[in-house]
């Protein structure tokens, strides 16, 4: 059952897949998609790009210029490595392809895939077969229906690179994830030291040479401050300055929320030495091993998917708490 995927059906594919395989013939479905660039592009990823833009111009245009000397230029330094890291290796990460070195070998991609028929099949790869891309694949190979192609030592499909983490991409997929929670958790220092000396000593916030200019002439007041310092500085208020920090910390801290609950996920996984698809596979073990335990407990809403998912991200956060406080 490693390779079994369930594949999202309405009732009339399921019913015209019914009805045409009587006659030997299966239905053409989407092509299989190559990486994260393929269309068609998901919310989450475009959500992720837009947020990466918004951080990046704040904390090099607005935040970090404003830091005395010398942290700005050790603030330079530090969030713009780690923010070119993540830029790479999430590139890297969305653009090469995971797919099992079968399924690249054979180029298929602008071609049709046939339909999964369960009337034939009980599952898409069996005996190390896969019958949609019709390639002898490894043990560790999984057909992600959304992807529509067998991927090598499956760990994920993942919504916010748009494509399947796998062997060949897991490892971009964890240093972008480690990069981006290091990159927020400096710009939320910045923001918050930032907010903090601005009533202590919002002189020392003011070290920057375009200061002293302005002030020389009589341009610039106390609650006045420069923003995308050096090249094109524009004048802002006290207020506005607060407020947009304000509303990135909220961000931030909610990016940092999910990033430290992911990136805590992988450590787990790690040291238990599985995947995210091993741990997916137990934990419906062991649903299922307690429904066999409780007869009569069929209830519907637990065949329910979004029930299915919330539980596991619960029953992931659950134990994750559990072992960081060294109950397990
Ligand atoms: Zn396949
Ligand atoms: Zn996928």
Known sequence: ADGCVRMPLCRLCLLSSVLLSSKNELVSSKPARMNGWSWPPQIFQVIGWLMFCYLAIVSFGIYIPLLPLPWNYVLYSLTGITF???FLTHIAAVTIDPADASVRAKQSYSRPMPLFDRTKQQHVIQDLHCYLCDVKVGPKVKHCGVCNKCVEDFDHHCKWLNTCVGGRNYWYFFVALSSATLGVLLLVVVLLFVSIQHYLDPNSLRTAPQYEICFSTGLLGNGTWLVFLPLTPIKTS??????LAFITVMLSITCLLLLCHLLGFHFYLFYKGISTFDYVKMQ??????????EPGNANPVKNNKKVRQVRYVISGSLMLMKRLSGRV
């Open 284 to 293: 419906r073990q062991k649903e299922t091993r307690r429904r066999d335990i």
């Open 238 to 243: 006290s207020s506005g300055l607060l407020i």
């Open 84 to 86: 070119t890291v993540h």
